[in-house]
Nanobody, 122 residues
Framework: QVQLVESGGGLVQAGDSLRLSCAASARTSSTYVVGWFRQGPGKEREFVAAISRNIITYYADSVKGRFTISRDNAKNTVHLQINSLKPEDTAVYYC????????????????WGQGTQVTVSS
């Protein structure tokens, strides 16, 4: 059973930075593809970023240049660094994991965290 726990969200001002963390159950971060999704108010959940087992990263076009995903296999943790936050980044951010990159990018993975709220004030 894969368990994922997000942390690091909060209320910030536009232009600030945040680092979200996803703590995964043992060996998940080194053996699974791990990614981040977000769901803003009144919006559908959308893909944000993912990192493969061999440290290849994938980003949604809307976040390229501001978001950076990384993994620390020793700590079974995946981080999402968010810079220059904008009000439109306000959302619940979810961590997800899957053995298949395609399934994760499609958002059809079975393994999700409970989410962490990020609110950006203007």
């Amino acid at each position: 059973q894969v368990q994922l726990v997000e942390s690091g969200g909060g209320l910030v001002q536009a232009g600030d930075s945040l680092r979200l963390s996803c703590a995964a159950s043992a060996r998940t971060s080194s053996t699974y593809v791990v990614g981040w999704f977000r769901q803003g108010p009144g919006k559908e959940r959308e893909f944000v970023a993912a990192i493969s087992r061999n440290i290849i990263t994938y980003y949604a076009d809307s976040v390229k240049g501001r978001f950076t995903i990384s993994r620390d296999n020793a700590k079974n943790t995946v981080h999402l660094q968010i810079n220059s936050l904008k009000p439109e980044d306000t959302a619940v951010y979810y961590c997800a994991a899957d053995g298949s990159l395609q399934l994760l990018l499609a958002g059809t993975t079975s393994y999700w965290g409970q989410g962490t709220q990020v609110t950006v004030s203007s």
